[in-house]
């Protein structure tokens, strides 16, 4: 297993051909989407993922990426920290055809290179999964006054919006691969 800082780059389909699992780091900056909801893209995000060949020219992939975001209580206007942990498993296709031969229980990336970019694969998993507002827990007004379920008035809390039904990523999305296939070519 590969471990450390990761490339940049994999190619999908040789590491799915050989059942490689890569496990390391890439800074948190280099998720130029992501970070520009955060306060500061210091830090690293980790990843693991897990690529394997899938039916035709297909590869599938599963992986996880966790990372400390530092972003901006929005009480305070002070910096804080978010943890994220998000799980991907993906397809990757090469063709629109096959994108939409998907079942709809896989998720398709498309991507016509045998190339793409670590961060394509996990970035619009990680921004979904952002909270709409930050702010801080206030642990010491959680005992003095009795909230009802839906009064949080006097508590700081994390608007969490994990709710997956509500934001889940769309299964077909052609245009946003093609997009991240587009800024892939331009960045290398
Ligand atoms: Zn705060």
Redesign the pocket.
């Given at each position: 297993m590969f471990t450390g800082t990761l490339p940049e780059q994999v190619n999908h389909q040789k590491l799915g051909r050989e059942n490689r699992k890569l496990e390391g780091t890439i800074p948190v900056s280099n998720f130029l989407r992501l970070k520009a909801s955060l306060e500061k893209d210091i830090g690293q995000v980790n990843l693991k993922i897990e690529f394997r060949k899938g039916r035709k020219h297909t590869t599938r992939l599963i992986g996880n990426a966790s990372a400390d975001l530092r972003m901006m209580?929005q009480?305070?206007l002070?910096e804080?920290s978010y943890k994220v942990d998000v799980s991907i498993r993906y397809t990757v296709v090469n063709t629109e055809e096959a994108l939409i031969e998907l079942s709809e229980e896989e998720d398709g990336i498309l991507c016509i290179e045998d190339r793409m970019t670590l961060v394509s694969i996990f970035e619009d998993e990680l921004i979904v999964n952002l909270p709409m507002v930050t702010?801080?827990e206030l642990e010491e007004s959680l005992e003095q006054v009795s909230v009802g379920e839906d009064n949080k008035v006097g508590r700081?809390r994390v608007d969490h919006v994990n709710d997956d039904s509500l934001i889940k990523p769309n299964t077909y999305r052609p245009f946003a691969g093609l997009a991240d296939m587009k800024n892939d070519i331009k960045r290398s």
């Open positions: 209580c009480r305070c002070s804080m702010m801080h700081c």
